[in-house]
């Protein structure tokens, strides 16, 4: 059997119920739900057949989850949450193939999170690779409150440059911000400000040290150019 999931979100008077959760609506944190279960589905294909997130363009107003301010009167604007969302969609969209990452024993075994889900522990890192012929680029999340070190088996070249795109989650952060021309390259300077850092590969093999609550992506120092 195969799931349909349609329409997942956040009920928009969950987020009137609380200030915290209020504070996080636009920004990291809400990106971070978002992706999760995307990097879910794609660990599990053969439980998964569709995912669709409600709603990605529309009015402020119309749904607390809107990513995408569109208006009548005004140039669109995006949120934090959209701004990840288009990253990885974008990487999604120029490769041929995915496929979920497995977290070394170790850092799954001393990073996880502080619940279980059917008896079973999460580790703190979610992770999948994108790839085509000529490239392939990682992303990872760490859905930890510490930095968690790690290492990622993947089919990458050592002898290549690579550099790690993060955001990290700040209660608040992600607020409205015009949305950038069509072909704008990733990352984007606003709403979030994401950092960036160059990473070594040794052996097919990344050693990465990621922030806590945030998505990174790992790619070719080349993929900016």
């Known amino acids: 059997?195969?799931?349909?999931?349609?329409?997942?979100?956040?009920?928009?008077?969950?987020?009137?119920?609380?200030?915290?959760?209020?504070?996080?609506?636009?920004?990291?944190?809400?990106?971070?739900?978002?992706?999760?279960?995307?990097?879910?589905?794609?660990?599990?294909?053969?439980?998964?057949?569709?995912?669709?997130?409600?709603?990605?363009?529309?009015?402020?107003?119309?749904?607390?989850?809107?990513?995408?301010?569109?208006?009548?009167?005004?140039?669109?604007?995006?949120?934090?949450?959209?701004?990840?969302?288009?990253?990885?969609?974008?990487?999604?969209?120029?490769?041929?193939?995915?496929?979920?990452?497995?977290?070394?024993?170790?850092?799954?075994?001393?990073?996880?999170?502080?619940?279980?889900?059917?008896?079973?522990?999460?580790p703190c890192i979610q992770a999948a690779s994108f790839s085509s012929s000529s490239s392939a680029t990682v992303v990872a999340i760490n859905r930890c409150n510490g930095t968690v070190e790690t290492q990622l088996l993947c089919n990458t070249d050592s002898a290549l440059k690579y550099r790690m795109i993060s955001y990290e989650a700040k209660l608040g952060d992600g607020r409205w911000a015009p949305l950038p021309p069509k072909d704008t390259p990733h990352p984007w300077s606003a709403p979030l400000h994401p950092t960036v850092i160059s990473v070594e590969v040794t052996d097919s093999t990344l050693t990465l040290h990621l922030p806590a609550l945030s998505l990174n992506i790992i790619e070719r120092e080349s993929a900016a150019e």
């Not at 990097?39 to 607390?64: R, T």
């Open 1 to 122: 059997m195969q799931y349909w999931i349609t329409e997942f979100g956040i009920q928009g008077r969950k987020y009137d119920s609380s200030a915290f959760l209020e504070g996080t609506r636009l920004g990291t944190l809400h990106g971070l739900f978002i992706l999760s279960r995307v990097l879910a589905a794609i660990a599990h294909p053969n439980v998964f057949a569709s995912l669709e997130y409600f709603n990605i363009g529309g009015q402020v107003g119309y749904g607390k989850d809107v990513l995408v301010n569109i208006s009548t009167t005004a140039a669109p604007t995006v949120n934090g949450a959209g701004q990840m969302f288009a990253h990885v969609a974008s990487i999604a969209n120029a490769q041929d193939s995915m496929q979920a990452l497995e977290v070394d024993a170790e850092s799954a075994v001393l990073s996880s999170l502080p619940m279980k889900v059917l008896g079973k522990k999460l």
